[in-house]
Structures are given as structure tokens and as C-alpha cells.
């Protein structure tokens, strides 16, 4: 966290803040085996990692599911991976609404097992 603090604040670091958005479970298993969450940003000596990021997705077509943001997934045998955005243009970027952070299933406890 201290990393992220110095960036934003512009400071001098001894290293780029390493953050990573998402690690698909399998591939953390198959390097590391069962390793939760937490402790993997601890072995890998990592300054950040997205946890709760939890969106409502449905299927719109057969392995393909759109979340609340309106971007797109493909469900494969690895994991689940983007395969288009909401946003194209500015105008796009203006549309866009904040999702409710106090939602209910925002936050899934389980992640910091």
C-alpha cells in the first residue's frame, strides 16, 4: 500500500507498485497450488491485488455472459475472459454510471479466506 501512497503522492520509489487486476485461479493453482488470496500477494511480494469486485453477470448467449458494466465474457475451460467493453468513444465514457458499491453481493467475504 505504501507504493500506491508514494506514486499518487508523486514521491520517489525504490520500485513500480506491482498490482495485478486478476489471477485466474488455475493458473495460481497449477504455479503455487492452493494458495488464498492474501498470501499469494505475500509470496509473489506484490503491493496490490483487486479483491470484491463482484458484479452481476447473466448469460445473454450460450458461454457468453455480460456484467453490469455491459462488458462481455467468454466462459472457457480456464476461467472466464473479457472480449469487449462498454466503451468505444468519449461519448461512452460520459454514459457510464457508477455501479451502487453498498450493493449487498458487492463484497464476498470469501476472498480473504
Given amino acids: 500500500m505504501e507504493r500506491f501512497l508514494a506514486a499518487l503522492e ?3 520509489l525504490d520500485r513500480v507498485p506491482l498490482y495485478e487486476l ?4 488455475p493458473v495460481v493453482e497449477k504455479i503455487l497450488g492452493y ?6 500477494v505475500e509470496r ?4 496490490g491485488l483487486t479483491v470484491g469486485k463482484y458484479v452481476k453477470m447473466r448469460e445473454v448467449a450460450p458461454g457468453i455472459l455480460r456484467d453490469e458494466w455491459g462488458i462481455f465474457y467468454k466462459v472457457g475451460t480456464a ?3 473479457s472480449i469487449e467493453g462498454p466503451i ?8 457510464l454510471k457508477p455501479l451502487d458499491p453498498d ?3 458487492r ?6 479466506r
Fill in 10 to 12: 508523486l514521491r520517489e
Fill in 22 to 25: 486478476k489471477i485466474n485461479a
Fill in 35 to 40: 494458495v488464498p488470496l492474501l498470501d499469494l
Fill in 44 to 47: 509473489l511480494d506484490m503491493d
Fill in 79 to 81: 476461467g472466464i475472459y
Fill in 88 to 95: 468505444k468513444t468519449k461519448q461512452d465514457v460520459e454514459k
Fill in 103 to 105: 450493493a449487498p453481493y
Fill in 107 to 112: 463484497l464476498d467475504p470469501q476472498v480473504l
